[in-house]
């Protein structure tokens, strides 16, 4: 049984909107929860955004049947300050059961004795979907203009790089992560179905680790005659993993006519054999790279790199700057208001700046009414038709020209009014640097192409609650000056 609020405070509560913080502390929890309890005080706000929760965690199911669960606004709470506080699920666990302000927040007394596990705080956040937090963030954005009615006739865009937890993907790594999923789901199924012919795993899988330290002495080794051992080492190592990717197939077929016969449960099996051909799959098209590339010495097309077996979504990425020239992730775009707020995140999927700047904003200038005055972005995402295109809806467009300069465009960015808008952009630098080093947006940490939409959209989220929290705050330091001078 969920539900949106506790219907009745606990002995020793406060009300949420009554709760007192410290002005005068530093750290990023405070302005975060002030975010929180203005959206709280405001009903309407609240009711759209547990709404919002409600229909994804809900969905077709009844609400009133089943054990009770976290309230909708507890799973808010948590998820906006885990990202908040560029935290993981540990030490949120820590934080939701000790830490006495965010329990104040989520409506809970000091004689209350809920606890939360770690495992419950992952299964909550994790039924928000990325787009369901975006229109979260949308209604926070609104509440902030609310406050800063000019804030978004100015804005500032760029893209930056949100990495996947990956590690470096050589050929060798690629198919030494092939083999040990292999061999780790095959044992699996043997183990429930007891089907013999696995008992020697350990050794294969010692044996796959001898080639692979080779290969990694002979590959930063400076010897002469390195190449033809380094290929003599890859194909012992491609053929290991052949000959038991090889043998899983005949596994599998053996483990499906036993699951006929005894009548186990088909799920569990189906599931782990699907498992189990997408590794086979996976290492199979890495063994047959790594053949083309270090034996046949062909030159791989982007296209066809793989770069992990756990996120198969991730992209290289070579920005060419120092100190990580190239990255393994997605670029994001972000766009922000003068205020601060990130009125736009978009993850770019295999494209570049110049091809997603004009459908952008022509959707947010649209969803704002055409307040939008003027909008500056950097070189990468100039293009003649992209400045044609921009200039028709904003008036003022600032994205300087690559390459050498025509008269026209000499006078454009000679303009006061250029140079004003170029002075202000480099700000989404700070706004960026925010987001990676207050948000966790540097690595992504959570798992699959899904887990990692959702986790840049909570480190969006995160972000304007704290931007929205920072302008509260300052208006209640300069409520506290005047009251103290009026004493």
């Given at each position: ?173 690629l198919i030494m992560d092939g083999i ?207 400045l044609i295109v921009l200039r028709k ?38 706004a960026i640097h925010a987001l990676g ?51």
């Open positions: 049984m969920r539900k949106s609020l506790k219907s009745q405070r606990a002995i020793g509560s406060i009300d949420i909107s009554k709760v007192e913080f410290n002005l005068n502390c530093r750290h990023e929890i405070i302005p975060l929860l002030m975010g929180l309890q203005w959206i709280y005080s405001k009903p309407e706000v609240l009711k759209k955004v547990l709404a919002l929760i409600e229909q994804e965690i809900i969905k077709n199911k009844s609400p009133k049947r089943g054990a009770p669960g976290m309230d909708y606004w507890e799973i808010l709470v948590l998820a906006a300050v885990r990202h908040g506080c560029k935290l993981d699920y540990d030490a949120l666990e820590d934080l939701a059961n000790n830490h006495k302000k965010v329990r104040q927040i989520m409506g809970l007394g000091e004689m209350d004795i809920k606890a939360y596990k770690r495992s419950t705080l992952q299964e909550n956040v994790a039924k928000i979907p990325a787009e369901t937090i975006d229109n979260i963030s949308k209604c926070i954005t609104d509440e902030g203009h609310r406050l800063c009615p000019k804030a978004i006739e100015q804005v500032r865009g760029d893209s930056f790089v949100v990495q996947t937890n990956i590690h470096y993907p050589t050929d060798a790594n040990r999923k292999m061999l780790h789901f095959v044992v699996k199924i043997s183990a429930l179905l007891s089907i013999v012919g696995w008992r020697q795993r350990g050794h294969h899988w010692s044996r796959a680790k001898k080639i692979h330290r080779k290969i990694q002495r002979v590959a930063s080794s400076k010897k002469s005659g390195r190449e033809l051992k380094l290929q003599e080492h890859y194909r012992e190592l491609i053929e290991l993993a052949q000959q038991i990717a090889q043998r899983c197939e005949q596994s599998i077929s053996t483990a499906q006519q036993v699951a006929k016969i005894e009548g186990i449960s088909a799920f569990v099996i189906t599931s782990l054999i699907k498992e189990l051909e997408n590794c086979i799959e996976f290492t199979r098209k890495v063994c047959d790279l790594a053949y083309r590339r270090v034996i046949l010495e062909e030159k791989i097309p982007h296209e066809e790199k793989i770069f992990s077996l756990f996120e198969p979504h991730t992209e290289l990425i070579n920005r060419g700057k120092t100190p990580y020239p190239i990255e393994f992730g997605h670029r994001v775009l972000v766009i922000q208001d003068k205020a601060g707020f990130i009125i736009k995140s978009h993850i770019m999927d295999h494209t570049t700046d110049e091809k997603v700047v004009v459908p952008i904003m022509e959707k947010l200038q649209c969803r704002y009414g055409g307040k939008i005055m003027s909008a500056s972005f950097d070189k990468g995402f100039y293009a003649p038709q992209n809806m904003i008036p003022l467009v600032c994205i300087p020209k690559k390459g050498k300069l025509g008269q026209k465009d000499k006078e454009r960015e000679g303009s006061i009014e250029f140079g004003k808008t170029r002075k202000w952009h480099p700000g989404i630098e700070s080093s207050g948000n966790g947006l540097v690595l992504c940490k959570d798992k699959k192409e899904e887990g990692y939409h959702r986790y840049v959209a909570l480190g969006v989220l995160g972000r304007n609650l704290q931007v929205l929290g920072c302008l509260l705050l300052k208006r209640a330091k300069r409520k506290q000056r005047q009251q103290a001078k009026a004493a």
